[in-house]
Each structure stands twice: as C-alpha cells, then as structure tokens.
C-alpha cells in the first residue's frame, strides 16, 4: 500500500528505465514527507530518504509518481511514465549526510535490477530539466556513485572549445535541446560544480567522453 496518493499508471504502457534523484528543498524531513502524501500538492515521488538513512516507499515502482514534471530524456517526454523518484531530504544548500548517501547507496542496486536500468539511466533532476531545475544540486557525488556502478562519470580529457560540437554530443547523451548557456551550468553542476568561465576544453572532453561511452 502506498503512502502517498498522489500516483497514478503508467502511461502507454512505459515502465522505469530511469531513476531521478532529487533533493526536497525542504527544512526538515517531515515537512517533505507531509507534502509529498497531500493530494492538494499533487507531488510524490517513489521514495524519500532521511538524513538519518530511513528509506521511506512512498508510491509502489510499478506506479507513476509525480516528481520529475516538465522535462525530457534521451529526446522522450513524459518522464514520470519512465523513471523512479527518489527525494532526498535536503534543503538544498546543506551537504548530504553519510548515512543519507549510505541508505541510497543500499537502494539503488535493487531498483536497477528489477527493472534492468543501466547506471546511465540513474539523472538528476536537473539533468532532464535544465534551467528549471538544479537537484541534487552541486554538493551531490556523482562521482562516488559511479565508482559503485550506479552512475556515470566522464574520463578527464581535453579537446578544443567547439560549440557545434558541444552541443551535438550533449544530445546523443541525453540532454534536451536548450540555450548554450544553460546546457554549459547544467553540465557543470553535475559534473563540474566549481568550474566557472566560457566553455573550455575540459568540458569539451567531458562531453564528448559522456557521448562517446554513454549514449543514450
């Protein structure tokens, strides 16, 4: 039984084949998990974490929640129909707690399993949609999720500023089409939190290596 009503079935008979991760903006973990069970909010999302590593099932997988919104993946809308929504309890400029990221850590393995995703289908918020949202935000690791096989992270290399380029390799990763700008932060919150400046040829490479190992 789900704790939260707000869910519905998947659409044209889609299932998960992504995970989106998201923080709650939110003061306190009881005030997220209040708004996520509302029917007047109208939002949920397949599970919400705690600082203190409680894992919380909110809506059953097989079910689709309403966490992603407006947005697109892989050039396909209607990402609620296509992914697992899990909340972290964040407000948004706190570092994550060890066993928030343990408990997800624990999480993860089994989603990807039941419903054969690959560590590419695990996407922030803001990676499906950009300049509307920033969750997980730049305190989030990818990187260590990726060294336990449940994301993806480039190979450090260089090539020459090159926006044509840029952009044609953000689309076969994933990305929806978007101004220069906005795929640049949006790039770099992921994946470069602390860079700043024009587009170099470190994000050059970061895409390029993203396309080339990763597409979508």
């Not at 009503?5 to 992504?18: A, I, M, S, T, V």
């Not at 407000?91 to 995703?117: N, T, Y």
Request: charged share 25%; glycine share 8%.
């Amino acid at each position: 039984m789900s704790l939260s009503p707000n869910f519905g079935p998947r659409r044209d008979g889609l299932r998960p084949e992504l995970v989106v991760l998201h923080y709650t903006a939110m003061d306190s973990c009881s005030g997220a998990l209040k708004a996520l069970c509302d029917p007047a909010r109208e939002v949920s999302a397949h599970y919400l974490i705690s600082e203190a590593g409680e894992v919380m099932a909110l809506v059953d997988e097989a079910m689709r929640a309403w966490h992603a919104g407006a947005g697109e993946w892989a050039g396909r809308g209607d990402v609620n129909s296509r992914s697992i929504g899990i909340e972290l309890a964040n407000p948004g400029d706190a570092p994550f707690a060890a066993r928030q990221i343990a408990a997800l850590e624990a999480l993860l393995p089994g989603i990807l399993a039941r419903w054969s995703i690959p560590p590419k289908g695990v996407i922030a918020h803001s990676d499906m949609a950009p300049g509307r949202k920033i969750d997980p935000g730049p305190r989030f690791d990818w990187h260590r999720l990726a060294r336990q096989g449940l994301s993806v992270w480039p190979d450090a290399r260089d090539l020459p500023p090159d926006w044509p380029r840029f952009r044609a390799d953000s689309a076969r990763f994933g990305y929806p089409e978007m101004a220069d700008e906005v795929l640049l932060a949006t790039l770099r919150l992921r994946f470069r939190p602390r860079a700043t400046g024009p587009l170099d040829a470190r994000d050059m490479g970061i895409m390029a290596d993203l396309a080339d190992r990763h597409p979508a």
